[in-house]
């Protein structure tokens, strides 16, 4: 267990093996696609349109990045702790670092002319249009994502 209560855990725990997992990782770009990784195998074996896992897999990519970069400091020795939940009508994924979190009000807008050639708040902006809902918690270490399934036209996958 480290400082911030997250146990450690080398393996996936399943919520529901159909449906959802929970796992906590160490604060690395390699070892959080592991996590991404069996979220993408979760989606397909619910039969999610390429649209929609493609708009879920860049939104988790761009919060675990997240974590590990701006959140944890890409500190190794610190956690990620992720979970998802996933059925026939909306996934449902949740990641937490052990950073002090940030005010999204602190965040510039990346589409107003005096941001337009500064890097910050553009994950954020990505996240936003990919998801049907993002929420921070209040200390801004948690990100939830919730993506509503769409029906996929007839022919198109």
Known sequence: MNNSGFKRRADLI???????????????????QIVHAELIELLKSHAYSDHDVFCIRLAVEEALANAVRHGNQENTGKSIRFSCCVDSSCAHIEVEDEGCGFS?????????????????????LLMRSMMTSIEFNERGNQVVLKKVRQPSPAGIR
Not at 23 to 28: E, Q
Not at 107 to 121: A, F, S
């Open 14 to 32: 399943d919520l529901a093996p159909q449906n959802g997992f929970e796992a906590v990782v160490a604060s690395d770009l390699k070892e959080v």
């Open 104 to 124: 999204l009000d602190e965040v510039p807008d990346p589409t107003e002319d005096e941001n337009l050639d500064r890097p910050n708040g553009r994950g954020l």
